[in-house]
């Protein structure tokens, strides 16, 4: 039923990362690349992959423990969203794989890929299904796998990016303190060509020519990326701010997506923001693409540093282009 102050929360959270380390220097044994090098351009240190999990075993644990968390019934939940670019397969859809090993009986779903800007994309579609009244509770994981769409010949990709997975229930409330206030979303496909994968799509199927080229792996101009995503979360950010008329003292938590500490850097510096008040594990974790926000959400809120009412901004930039900011206040007490 839609009523008038129906507003989407964030009830329950979890995440799941794989248990296998991978620090800079597993990375420099292999490669012409050193530990201060990636940790100085990106501010990563370690970072985890599966490489023999698809990206539903990834998100599995977080979605068991964000359900059990709530202490609901699971065939409760009505709606699953999978924000990830990295698939189990090309269909059936990760949120399909999720549902039968879940065992809920009576929900649909789908999967939804926007790259970095995945886990905020998704959110946003969520909480208009809440708001509408289409929806009562919806699960929405955020991960990917990215060691399977990874070059580890390639330096200038591989450092940058790990495997995790978080997973968020999304209700309604009509407590007018908390839940989701606004979203401001982006696309430009004039990016298409700084970061993407070349084939393996309807566009260039896979052959024994796209696997010899290893054309199946991330290909980014970094430097292109680097300026564009500076840009343009700082923009959006600054938008959703300015709208809602936000101060940064009002905002006790900026959320970005982690791709690099420096675009990081300069997203808070816009916002006026200090460094205590920004979530990093990009050290821990690297580029978990749809993974890296709702894995911070979930670590800050483990660690009790989220509380009830807290202004949080979330803000992301990623292939496509796709970039965003979500603002919303937290509903957990
Ligand atoms: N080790 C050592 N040297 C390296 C490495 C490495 N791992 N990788 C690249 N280099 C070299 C380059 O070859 C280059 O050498 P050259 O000057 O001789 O040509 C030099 O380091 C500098 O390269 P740049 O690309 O200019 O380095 P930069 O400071 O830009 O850092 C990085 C590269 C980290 C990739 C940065 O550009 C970046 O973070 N870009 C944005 C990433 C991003 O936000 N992606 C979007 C989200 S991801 C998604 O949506 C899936």
Known sequence: MKTENRRAYISSLAHYVPEEVYSNQFFEK????????????????????????????????????????????????????????????????????????????????????????????ALETARRFIESGAAQRVLLCGGDRMSAILDFEDRSTCVLFGDGAGAIILEASDDPEIGVFDANLRIDGAGKDFLYMPAGGSAKPPSAETVANKEHYVVQDGRTVFRAAVVGMADVTAEVMERNNLRAEDVAWLVPHQANMRIIGATAERMGVSSDKVMVNIDRYGNTTAGTIPLCLSEWYDAGKIQYGDRLILSSFGAGYTWGSVYLRWGIK
């Open 30 to 121: 292999r490669l012409d690349t050193s530990d201060e090098w990636i940790r100085t351009r990106t501010g990563i240190s370690e970072r985890r992959f599966a490489f023999n999990k698809g990206t539903s075993e990834l998100m599995l644990p977080a979605a068991e423990k964000a359900i059990a968390r709530r202490g609901i019934d699971k065939q409760d939940i009505d709606l699953i969203i999978c924000a990830t670019i990295t698939p189990d397969h090309v269909f059936p859809s990760t949120a399909c794989l999720l549902q039968n090993k879940l065992g809920i009986k009576h929900c649909w779903g789908f999967d939804l890929a926007a790259a970095c800007s995945g886990f905020l994309f």
